[in-house]
């Protein structure tokens, strides 16, 4: 069974850091990119940064870039994103999810579409 588990999520004030993480079981995980979306209330879910399963490729979205830093380990079949100096218009459910032989760069255009399976989603929440 495939199963993406997000966690480290809270609430943080303004200029604060979180460290997000996707736990993976249930498939080979290397062959997978790995993509993070949020979706704020009232919002379409949006793709925030992605890398890439062959050479660590990454995306980010123009507003976080500079702030978010996407990384993976294979050995532990986890994915992270660091999160930085972070604003209230960060707050939203963050969802990672496993693409199949995904690639991403700083041209990709993130699709949820592209993703076949996906975690429950954890809440950050930024105070001012």
């Known amino acids: 069974e495939v199963q993406l588990v997000e966690s480290g999520g809270g609430l943080v004030q303004v200029g604060g850091s979180l460290r997000l993480s996707c736990a993976a079981s249930?498939?080979?995980?290397?062959?997978?990119?790995i993509g993070w979306f949020r979706q704020a209330p009232g919002k379409e879910r949006e793709g925030v940064s992605c890398?890439?399963?062959?050479?660590?490729?990454?995306y980010y979205k123009d507003s976080v870039k500079g702030r978010f830093t996407i990384s993976r380990d294979n050995a532990r079949n986890t994915a992270y994103l660091q999160m930085n100096s972070l604003k209230p218009e960060d707050t939203a459910v963050y969802y990672c999810?496993?693409?199949?032989?995904?690639?991403?760069?700083?041209?990709?255009?993130?699709?949820?579409?592209?993703?076949?399976?996906w975690g429950q989603g954890t809440q950050v929440t930024v105070s001012s």
């Open positions: 999810a496993a693409g199949d032989s995904l690639y991403c760069d700083e041209t990709y255009s993130p699709d949820t579409r592209d993703f076949g399976s």
């Open positions: 890398i890439s399963s062959s050479d660590g490729s990454t």
């Open positions: 249930g498939f080979r995980f290397d062959d997978y990119g």
